[in-house]
């Protein structure tokens, strides 16, 4: 079983501007050039919207779930959690 992940995400008020970045990430934008321009997330936003790795209990519920669903290198839809949507990419 998979201790940590290291995952990068993208951090928005509302599930239309979640919808809007996934369509940006389809026509290959950088993933980290959006979490520049757009995340709430200011601190990783910073770093391309890396969180570094983290285990289990760290994140909030729906977003822990979500990106320990994911595989490495997959991007995850809009996750709603009480600070807004994001988006996840698992990196590691």
Do not use: W
């Amino acid at each position: 079983m998979v201790t940590k992940i290291k995952c990068s995400h993208i951090l928005v008020k509302k599930q239309g501007e979640a919808l809007r970045i996934l369509e940006r990430l389809k026509g290959r934008e950088k993933f980290g050039d959006l979490a520049k321009e757009l995340s709430l997330d200011t601190g990783s936003a910073r770093k391309n919207g890396n969180l570094g790795y983290f285990g289990r209990g760290r994140m909030v519920k729906p977003f822990e779930e979500a990106a320990f669903a994911l595989n490495v290198g997959q991007t995850s839809g809009p996750i709603k959690t009480e600070y807004g949507y994001h988006i996840i990419k698992r990196t590691a």
